[in-house]
C-alpha cells in the first residue's frame, strides 16, 4: 500500500483553481448527459425559466472557460 501525502483541503479552497476547473467539468459531464439522453436544459435567462432542447445544447471544450461561450448558451445566464 502506497502512502498517499495528505491533500490541504484550506489551501485547495483558498486557492480556488482546482474547484473552478471541477465545477466546469462537471457542468460539462451534466450538459453531455442531457444532450446524450434527449433531456433539456432548464436556464435562467432576462428574469425567466427558459428550456433548452437536448439538440440545442452546445457543448463546450473541456478546456473553454465560461467566458468565452456566448450567455444565451450557459446554463444560468
Same mark, same amino acid.
Given at each position: 500500500?502506497? $502512502? %498517499? $501525502?495528505? #491533500?490541504? &483541503?484550506? @489551501?485547495?479552497?483558498?486557492? /480556488?483553481? @482546482?474547484?473552478? *476547473? @471541477?465545477?466546469?467539468?462537471?457542468?460539462? #459531464?451534466?450538459? $453531455? *448527459?442531457? %444532450?446524450?439522453? /434527449?433531456?433539456?436544459?432548464?436556464?435562467?435567462?432576462? /428574469? #425567466?425559466?427558459?428550456?433548452?432542447?437536448?439538440? $440545442?445544447? &452546445?457543448?463546450?471544450?473541456?478546456?473553454?472557460?465560461? @467566458?468565452?461561450?456566448?450567455?444565451?448558451?450557459?446554463? /444560468? #445566464?
Amino acid at each position: 500500500m502506497s $502512502e %498517499k $501525502e495528505p #491533500k490541504d &483541503v484550506r @489551501a485547495i479552497m483558498l486557492d /480556488g483553481t @482546482a474547484v473552478q *476547473r @471541477a465545477h466546469r467539468e462537471s457542468w460539462i #459531464k451534466a450538459l $453531455e *448527459r442531457h %444532450k446524450r439522453l /434527449g433531456n433539456p436544459i432548464v436556464v435562467w435567462r432576462d /428574469g #425567466k425559466v427558459v428550456w433548452i432542447p437536448a439538440e $440545442e445544447i &452546445v457543448i463546450p471544450d473541456s478546456g473553454t472557460d465560461r @467566458a468565452s461561450i456566448p450567455s444565451d448558451r450557459i446554463p /444560468g #445566464k
